[in-house]
């Protein structure tokens, strides 16, 4: 069973890459960033709640997103492998998780970190901003705040990984398909 998690700052391209692992390898897509969204669509207080923090370009609570991965996991039962996509997002999250999986006799195989530099993600967080709607991409200063929350609450959780032999980092700017053909070369080892 081939379990990844996909991280990386806000725009660094998880979502994008996420897309085309789950084409070529059939995995289950598991991003927070899309749970909390469908959650804040749906109108639900759980959505509500989460919004006030996302539209400041601040972390939701751990234990908010750990219950979401929790329910995914125990929904797909029997899956080829799931792709974590923005989550874990903190050290407490990572640890969470690894309990979580070992409780259905699973690990992570990798973590694969896509390494973008700020000025690029604000450039392509803008640039999607001019068409997602999604009220986070459409300021500077919110991706400045959310480049900053990744800085301190994220980025630990890289070295959470590499203690555990896990940890590959590779260059997230060029052609998507490029990127793509390095971490397929990381899975397939
Ligand atoms: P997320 O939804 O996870 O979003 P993201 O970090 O903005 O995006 P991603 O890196 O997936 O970018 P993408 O591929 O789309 O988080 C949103 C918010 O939700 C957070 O700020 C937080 O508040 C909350 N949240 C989510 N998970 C949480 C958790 N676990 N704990 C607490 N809070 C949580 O790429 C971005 C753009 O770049 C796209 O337009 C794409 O087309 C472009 N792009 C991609 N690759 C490219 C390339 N190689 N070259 C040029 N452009 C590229």
Do not use: C, W
Not at 119 to 142: A, F, I, M, V, Y
């Amino acid at each position: 069973m081939l379990n990844l998690v996909l991280f990386g700052p806000p725009g660094a391209g998880k979502g994008t890459q996420s897309a085309k692992l789950i084409e070529k390898y059939g995995l289950i897509h598991l991003s927070t960033g899309d749970l909390l969204r469908a959650e804040i669509t749906a109108g639900t207080d759980l959505g509500l709640e989460a919004k006030k923090l996302m539209d400041q370009g601040i972390l939701v609570p751990d234990s908010v997103v750990i219950g979401m991965i929790e329910n995914k996991l125990n929904e797909n039962k029997g899956a080829a492998g799931f792709i974590f996509d923005g989550f874990p997002r903190t050290v407490a999250q990572a640890e969470a998780l690894d309990t979580l999986l070992e409780g259905h006799q699973l690990s992570i195989k990798h973590m694969i970190s896509l390494e973008v530099n700020q000025e690029e993600l604000t450039q392509r967080l803008l640039e999607r901003g001019k068409t997602s709607g999604r009220p986070d991409d459409q300021n500077e200063d919110l991706i400045r705040k959310r480049v900053q929350e990744y800085g301190e609450k994220t980025a630990p959780v890289a070295g959470y990984y590499a203690s555990q032999g896990k940890f590959q980092g590779i260059d997230g700017i060029g052609e998507i398909e490029e990127i793509f053909g390095q971490i397929v070369r990381i899975i397939e080892g």
